[in-house]
């Protein structure tokens, strides 16, 4: 079984992600972090993020690097949706993407493009989102350095950025179940989106 979860920025769809995968004993990959690792890899050189052979050179790094904890950085954020708005740092990552989706067993991934480009024929598909106050209260939570004001300003930009570039932009695929997780604990968000996959199974 595969599952595909998508969303802006902060919307809560790594934690339903993992949830998902504990729930249904599956291996989890946050996409995110492989983007994250392309920027951080390519502001390390030194090079340019919006210049597409920079970035696209920066698509190889070391493993490890998924493990480091810059990648969760303020900064991580926008290097990883300038070097993502890339094609050909896109199709670079494409098919580490699809072989873990395509693993016995199946597996859950969380990203941007994972139900419209990398997975189409996923069992399921969320598209995770909440209101942009309420993920710069939750980022702001995790990131505690920063004001609310400048975090909410990088949401709205990367979304920005996400949705309007032309290669795989953010957007719900058309057979995802929308999740608004505003109003809603995150006990509650997964307990809703459990639903959501099972009614999916069910009525395959
Ligand atoms: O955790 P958060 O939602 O803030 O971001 P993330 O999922 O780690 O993704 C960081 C950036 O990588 C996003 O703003 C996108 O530009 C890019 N990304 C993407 O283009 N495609 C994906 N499948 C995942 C992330």
């Not at 090079?47 to 991580?76: M, Q, T, W, Y």
């Amino acid at each position: 079984m595969i599952i595909a979860v998508d969303g802006p920025a902060a919307s809560g769809k790594g934690t339903i992600a993992r949830a998902l995968a504990a729930h249904y004993g599956l291996p989890h990959l946050d996409t995110g972090l492989l983007y994250r690792a392309v920027g951080i890899t390519v502001a390390r050189a030194g090079d340019n993020p919006d210049d597409p052979a920079d970035a696209l050179a920066g698509c190889v790094f070391a493993d490890s690097l998924l493990d480091d904890p810059a990648l969760r950085s303020e900064e991580a954020g926008p290097l990883a949706s300038r070097v993502s708005r890339h094609p050909q740092v896109r199709a670079a990552l494409l098919e580490r993407q699809r072989a873990f989706a395509r693993q016995p067993g199946g597996a859950v991934l969380d990203g941007r493009d994972i139900g419209t480009v990398i997975v189409p024929d996923a069992d399921a598909k969320l598209f995770v989102t909440a209101s942009l106050a309420e993920r710069a209260r939750r980022r702001h939570a995790e990131l505690p350095g920063t004001t609310i004001e400048s975090i909410a300003a990088d949401i709205a930009a990367r979304d920005a950025r996400d949705a309007g570039r032309a290669a795989a932009p953010l957007k719900q695929a058309d057979d995802a179940d929308l999740l608004d997780t505003s109003d809603l604990s995150i006990g509650a968000a997964v307990q809703r989106a459990i639903a959501l996959v099972n009614a999916r199974l069910e009525s395959r």
